[in-house]
Structure formats: structure tokens, C-alpha cells
């Protein structure tokens, strides 16, 4: 009885431990309400390739769940494409409530790509930035933040006070921060060579990002508008900021940390009163 017993179970550790099963991304995702898709499958299979190119060879790496690799539970990160059914636009990229694996809404986040550069802008592959993303929300799994996004959802009153939320934001950024330099550092070539064409699509965003913040808004940084270097809400930092933040700890040159100053400068700024009314003598 007890042999049989822990051959039983030894069975169901077997099953359980490692093994790799059919993907059904409906499965789980019908639980959150969400439906997948293939649309972007292409795309977002070579950013998963890219990623995985800088993750040692002994960690989880990403997983696409629309193809026919089935996923190894505990081994593999999940990554579901999604429609956009029960979802905000800008719900783009999260990890699930219960860290499961990451979430991307399809078509607003290909849309969401393409408005990081006009047509007119330096050549950037999406798929590139797209590995980053897929970097950022691993750090929210590895952080255990679930349940967090890409950017944010909840419009609410310009603000530059940081909290928890934000916090994890930035923290997030620096766990994929993180990973590029030790790619950069001790990964093989491939690796540095994926990791070099993240930092430099970051670096060229992040420029290209200011800059166009310099010719839209010229007057912006005179008085620190808050509409330009807030932050839109309360869970996420000003997108801009962060790419300066990320663009300056991967590159740490004097370009990278004139232009973090610069922003950060005008978010202080903003702090001040427009007008002060003179004082009565
Ligand atoms: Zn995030």
C-alpha cells in the first residue's frame, strides 16, 4: 500500500515537475476575461528570440503560448498575444494578477510602437523595443509585482510625487537594466550583440523622444510645464523620463546624463509657481 502509494506519487511528481504540456492560452487567459490572438504572432516570436538571447542558459525564458512549442510550467515565461476584448488601448503590456505570464494587447501595442517615431524618425525595429518590454515586465515577475503594466491606464491629475507603484516602475526598468550590462559583461556573442542592439534602440528612443519634446514644446522647459515632464498618473513615471533614466544607467556617457538632468530639471521647475504676485511695501 505505501509502495504503491509513493509510486503514485512519484508519477504525479513526474507529471508535475517539468513536464511539458500542450499550449491553451485560453485556458488561463478566459479566466481574466481575455481572448488570444495570433495577430503579431511573427513579430513577437523574434522579439522573444532577441530576449531570450541574453538570459542564461539556466533560467526561464520567454515562450510564445500561440505556436506549437508546448510550455514547460515553472520553466518557461509565458507570453500571451491578446485581442483587445475587456481591455483599455492602453492596457499594452502587463504581467497577469497572479504572475502567470505576460500580456500583450496586440494591436494597441503595435500601434503604441509605431508612435514612438514619425515616419520621418530614425529606423528603429519594433521587435527590438518590443524586447525590451518583455525585459521590464520580467522584472515585474521576478519582483513579484503582478498584476502590472506598461504604462498608465488611469489618467488622473499631472503629478510629480513618486510612491510605491512608481517605484516598482522604475525597479522593473532596472532589473532589464540589469540583464542588458550582464549580457554585455559575461554573455557569449550573440548575447552581447542582442544586447547592444536593445541599448542602442534605447538610446536612439530616448534621444529621439527629447529632441522631438525640444521642437514640439520649446517653451516647455522655461517653465517646467507640467504637461510635458509630469507624470499622466499615479502608478507610472513620465514615459520619457524613464527612457532617459534607462538610456543613462546602460550608457552613463556625458549625453546621456545632460539630457537626464535637463528633464529632470524641468520636472523641478514645474514645482514653481507660474506668477508671483509682488509683495505690497
Ligand atoms: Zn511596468
Not at 54 to 71: E, V
Amino acid at each position: 500500500m505505501k509502495a504503491a502509494l509513493l509510486i503514485g506519487l512519484s508519477v504525479l511528481m513526474l507529471i508535475g515537475c517539468g513536464s511539458r504540456v500542450s499550449p491553451d492560452p485560453n485556458a488561463l487567459l478566459s479566466v481574466y476575461g481575455l481572448q488570444s490572438t495570433t495577430n503579431g504572432a511573427s513579430d513577437t516570436d523574434a522579439a522573444i528570440k532577441l530576449a531570450n538571447l541574453l538570459l542564461p542558459k539556466d533560467a526561464p525564458h520567454f515562450q510564445g503560448t500561440w505556436g506549437n512549442t508546448p510550455i514547460a510550467p515553472g520553466i518557461d515565461i509565458p507570453v500571451y498575444l491578446v485581442a483587445d476584448r475587456n481591455l483599455t488601448p492602453a492596457d499594452l503590456a502587463f504581467v497577469t494578477p497572479a504572475c502567470e505570464g505576460i500580456v500583450l494587447q496586440s494591436v494597441p501595442f503595435q500601434a503604441w510602437e509605431a508612435s514612438l517615431f514619425d515616419s520621418d524618425g530614425p529606423t528603429v525595429e519594433p521587435l527590438v523595443m518590443t524586447a525590451f518590454v518583455l525585459l521590464h515586465e520580467l522584472g515585474h515577475l521576478r519582483r513579484a509585482d503582478c498584476g502590472k503594466n506598461l504604462i498608465a491606464n488611469q489618467p488622473a491629475e499631472l503629478n510629480d510625487q513618486l510612491n510605491a507603484d512608481k517605484a516598482q516602475e522604475f525597479a522593473a526598468d532596472g532589473v532589464a537594466v540589469v540583464i542588458l550590462k550582464a549580457a554585455v559583461k559575461t554573455g557569449s556573442v550573440d548575447s552581447k550583440v542582442a544586447a547592444g542592439r536593445i541599448e542602442m534602440a534605447l538610446g536612439t528612443a530616448s534621444f529621439y523622444i527629447a529632441g522631438r519634446r525640444i521642437v514640439a514644446s520649446p517653451g516647455a522647459a522655461e517653465i517646467g510645464s507640467p504637461l510635458v515632464f509630469w507624470d499622466i498618473g499615479l502608478s507610472h513615471p513620465n514615459f520619457e523620463w524613464r527612457l532617459l533614466k534607462v538610456n543613462d544607467m546602460l550608457n552613463a556617457n556625458d549625453t546621456s546624463r545632460r539630457l537626464l538632468a535637463d528633464f529632470e530639471g524641468g520636472r523641478l521647475k514645474g514645482e514653481q509657481p507660474l506668477y508671483v504676485a509682488p509683495q505690497a511695501h
